[in-house]
């Protein structure tokens, strides 16, 4: 069973910084990224990395987060600056290996204005 361990979630003020990681307890995924759900509103998609290190990101956050692989430690991170309290929401890490997609259970952040 593979297992998505999240970590780096918190509070912050808006302005700040976090830096969210994602351990996978095994490897060999094609796609890993980071969708995020706030109150009230469906789960959006945020960052992806594929194993070739091509990235993609949401509008929202382009300029401001950066996703990053360490492929030798399975981890997937997301280093965000510039944060805002529109970034408050549950982040969750994500990894694709086809037929299967596994999900961590997410890490909250917050940010207060």
């Known amino acids: 069973q593979v297992q998505l361990v999240e970590s780096g979630g918190g509070f912050v003020q808006a302005g700040g910084s976090l830096r969210l990681s994602c351990a996978a307890s095994e490897s060999s995924f094609i796609r890993m990224g980071w969708y995020r759900q706030a109150p009230g509103k469906q789960r959006e998609l945020v960052a992806t990395?594929?194993?070739?290190?091509?990235?993609d990101y949401a509008d929202s956050v382009k300029g401001r987060f950066t996703i990053s692989r360490d492929y030798a430690k399975n981890t997937v991170y997301l280093q965000m600056n510039s944060l805002k309290p529109e970034d408050t929401a549950v982040y969750y890490c994500?990894?694709?290996?086809?037929?299967?997609?596994?999900w961590g259970q997410g890490t909250l952040v917050t940010v207060s204005s």
């Open positions: 994500y990894a694709i290996r086809p037929p299967y997609d596994y």
């Open positions: 990395i594929t194993s070739g290190g091509n990235t």
